[in-house]
């Protein structure tokens, strides 16, 4: 068990520009969580997915975001046209429900957003 | 809607002391209370949970925490503090009621002195 992992932990990029995070969740977990934290904040529910399919999208997720997880096992999240207030940190979560109750969460590292 | 409310956004002890983090919850929260903790620059790790099994949970690292409905709290402690106790800490409860989530705490930073 190698735990969630995400990619890249630390990004930096100019306001406009399109950026795409990747996590990998432990292996076999169905579910698939997003959460965002700004600073100061505790984590912001963003979406999840159970295998492929997303099943909730919360109403931070503006239309520049988007989702996937093609073959229900990595994600990607992308940012079109970021703008400084997606400066976050955004963390991924995964759980199983063959395992456990889905709130029982495994977090990963994390990817640092900066926007300049 | 489920909630929690963390007091106190800083919390300062010196090394060796009794650490209090304190964390409420709304009154429509189902028993299962989380706590979690952030190292700088590092994603959340479980520190406890409670699930209804026990009021006195223990968990990692020395933490427990006591779940008092009469009182909506579930207040986490260390008896004695370790610098490398030194993180942020976040209390978080799951949604039952707008999706499957979790929903967190403002979260308590934690500063050890020597």
């Known amino acids: 068990d190698t735990g969630v992992s995400q990619d890249p932990r630390h990004k930096i990029t100019k306001r406009g520009q399109n950026v795409t995070f990747r996590c990998d969740p432990i292996?076999?977990?169905?579910?698939l969580y997003w959460y965002r934290q700004t600073l100061g904040q505790g984590p912001e529910f963003l979406t999840y997915?159970?295998?492929?399919?997303?099943?909730?999208k919360s109403r931070l997720l503006s239309d520049r975001f988007s989702a996937e997880r093609p073959k229900g096992s990595f994600s990607t999240l992308e940012i079109q046209r970021t703008e400084q207030g997606d400066s976050a940190m955004y963390l991924c979560?995964?759980?199983?429900?063959?395992?456990?109750?889905?709130?029982?969460?495994?977090f990963g590292p994390g990817t640092r957003l900066t926007v300049t | 809607a489920q909630s929690v409310t963390q007091l106190g956004s800083h919390v300062s002890v010196s090394e060796g002391a009794l650490v209090l983090l304190r964390c409420n919850y709304s009154?429509?929260?189902?028993?299962?209370l989380f706590w979690y903790v952030q190292y700088p620059n590092q994603g959340l790790q479980l520190l406890l949970k409670?699930?209804?099994?026990?009021?006195l949970v223990k968990g990692i690292n020395g933490f427990e925490a006591e779940f008092k409905k009469s009182e909506t709290s579930f207040h986490l402690t260390k008896p004695s503090a370790h610098m490398s106790d030194a993180a942020e800490y976040f209390c978080?409860?799951?949604?039952?009621?707008?999706?499957?989530?979790?929903?967190f705490g403002a979260g308590t930073i934690l500063r050890v002195k020597s």
């Open positions: 979560a995964s759980s199983s429900l063959a395992v456990g109750p889905w709130y029982e969460q495994y």
């Open positions: 292996s076999e977990h169905n579910r």
């Open positions: 997915f159970q295998n492929e399919a997303q099943l909730e």
């Open positions: 009154s429509s929260v189902p028993p299962y």
């Open positions: 409670y699930t209804s099994a026990a009021t």
């Open positions: 978080a409860v799951p949604s039952f009621t707008y999706g499957n989530k979790l929903v």
